[in-house]
């Protein structure tokens, strides 16, 4: 039976309180049966701390959020957990359980260590276990990550339909979704930028979230639902397409 997936849920009890029977609530309301689980920022490193150095109380957080998405279980929706990466490169923490990678920061956040060999471990094991990763970057970090350090074989999600990356038309312009790596969510974008990317791209490479709890999954599903699209298409984003990534 065919059941919708919302692929971009924060989910987390440490420094915020988004804990999941909230979110299950919400989920429930919206006639949606799987979550796509991702810890929260504020429980992985210090989003304040540009010069952030990552101690052992933060890392010893970071094991927590993700411990608490796989210790979740319910009954009646389909959990499916992120593991978020950050300079660490912790590859050795990766569960069976994890099905995605969540690679997050922002213009005015610490940097990832790109540089580091660990980073290039850790994409070799997403890549052996053909995990897809979810990328929230700078346009130019962006661009640098699909050039540069994109295994091959490895599904690239930009979230919010670019919003945070640049923008839907920055990355228009520059052929990032021309790539056939590239995957995009429809986390808080328009309309207008989910139908004209289904228009020029189709439907395949293209993944219902919500953002909670910075979107409402009931709104960003009508959103999604008001495009009309042949039941194949609107099949192949509330679902299948995070379960064919995922390997589901």
């Known amino acids: 039976?065919?059941?919708?997936?919302?692929?971009?849920?924060?989910?987390?009890?440490?420094?915020?309180?988004?804990?999941?029977?909230?979110?299950?609530?919400?989920?429930?309301?919206?006639?949606?049966?799987?979550?796509?689980?991702i810890p929260p920022v504020e429980d992985i490193y210090d989003r304040y701390d540009f010069h952030f150095t990552d101690p052992p109380a933060w890392q010893a957080c970071r094991r927590q959020a993700h411990q608490y998405l796989l210790d979740l279980h319910d009954p009646h929706i389909h959990l499916y957990r992120y593991f978020f990466v950050w300079n660490d490169f912790a590859w050795e923490e990766l569960s069976p359980e994890h099905v995605a990678i969540?690679?997050?920061?922002?213009?005015?956040?610490?940097?990832?260590?790109?540089?580091d060999?660990?980073?290039?471990?850790?994409?070799?094991?997403?890549q052996v276990r053909g995990l897809p990763i979810l990328l929230e970057e700078t346009f130019q970090n962006t661009l640098f990550f699909l050039e540069r350090l994109l295994?091959?074989?490895?599904?690239?999600?930009?979230?919010?339909?670019?919003?945070?990356?640049?923008?839907?038309m920055a990355l228009r312009r520059a052929g990032v979704w021309d790539h056939p790596q590239v995957y995009a969510d429809t986390a808080l974008a328009s309309t207008w930028e989910m139908a004209d990317y289904v228009d020029r791209?189709?439907?395949?490479r293209l993944l219902f979230g919500s953002d909670y709890p910075f979107g409402e999954p009931a709104y960003e599903?009508?959103?999604?639902?008001?495009?009309?699209?042949p039941e194949s298409d609107r099949q192949a984003i509330l679902g299948g397409n995070f379960r064919r990534l995922a390997g589901l």
């Not at 969540?102 to 540089?115: F, G, I, Q, V």
Request: aromatic share 10%; glycine share 14%.
């Open 221 to 229: 599903l009508a959103k999604v639902q008001s495009l009309n699209l």
């Open 117 to 126: 060999p660990r980073c290039r471990e850790f994409l070799k094991v997403v």
């Open 151 to 168: 295994p091959a074989g490895v599904p690239l999600i930009i979230p919010h339909l670019g919003g945070l990356n640049g923008g839907y």
């Open 1 to 37: 039976m065919f059941h919708i997936i919302d692929s971009h849920l924060h989910c987390g009890v440490q420094k915020v309180s988004w804990g999941w029977e909230e979110l299950r609530r919400r989920l429930k309301t919206a006639g949606i049966g799987g979550a796509g689980l």
């Open 102 to 115: 969540k690679w997050h920061r922002h213009a005015n956040e610490p940097e990832y260590h790109y540089d």
């Open 201 to 204: 791209w189709g439907s395949a």
